[in-house]
């Protein structure tokens, strides 16, 4: 699937603006555990995950934690970065050889006042993001990390290739406990 499949399945856009975004849209493949986004930056891009998986992830006592995971056609970008301007502490890995879309924002918001399907694709992804955060900390309130573990496992086949490591930071669980709960759900 090609990336304007993709956004025109969230909301059509003109060939004049398509063309508008290719101009700045560009392709790249990363390795294995490779960052696309160091810890301390400033998120100054809009990720999509074209195949493969990505990671947002940051360090707490020394402990490597994943906050979210992104899997094929989904965006991946640190927003509270992207819209403040401020550095954050968190990062971007691609968790297996993945190829990522990558746009640059500042261009991408220059295109919005031009093209108003573009900003409307773009307003909607983000509202989806929001959504899915929102979704995010509603399940660490109130679900056990069986649900959740369950859950991701209904989001994507991929789960089976991430590092247990990182799902089990994921869950907010030890690699033990996330070990009994796979053999209880099997």
């Given at each position: 699937m090609m990336i304007f499949d993709f956004f025109n399945s969230i909301n059509n856009l003109s060939p004049e603006s398509q063309s508008a975004l290719a101009q700045i849209t560009i392709e790249k493949t990363y390795k294995k555990n490779e960052v696309i986004q160091n810890i301390g930056s400033r998120c100054k891009t809009v990720y999509f995950v074209k195949d493969g998986c990505a990671r947002i992830f940051y360090y707490k006592d020394g402990n490597d934690i994943t906050e979210h995971f992104s899997f094929e056609h989904e965006l991946i970008v640190r927003?509270?970065?992207l819209f403040t301007g401020k550095p954050t502490s968190k990062?971007?890995?691609a968790i297996n050889k993945?190829?990522?879309?990558?746009i640059d924002s500042e261009s991408l918001f220059?295109?919005?006042d031009k093209h108003h399907d573009i900003e409307r694709?773009?307003?909607l992804l983000f509202e989806k993001e929001y959504v899915n955060t929102v979704k995010r900390i509603e399940s660490l309130q109130f679900m056990s990390a069986k649900e959740?573990?369950?859950e991701l496992l209904?989001?994507?086949d991929y789960i089976q290739k991430i590092p247990l490591k990182y799902i089990a930071s994921y869950l907010g669980?030890?690699?033990?406990?996330l070990s009994r709960l796979r053999a209880d759900i099997r």
């Open positions: 927003a509270e970065s990062g971007i890995q993945s190829t990522i879309w990558s220059k295109l919005y694709l773009f307003r959740r573990y369950a209904q989001t994507t669980i030890t690699q033990v406990s």
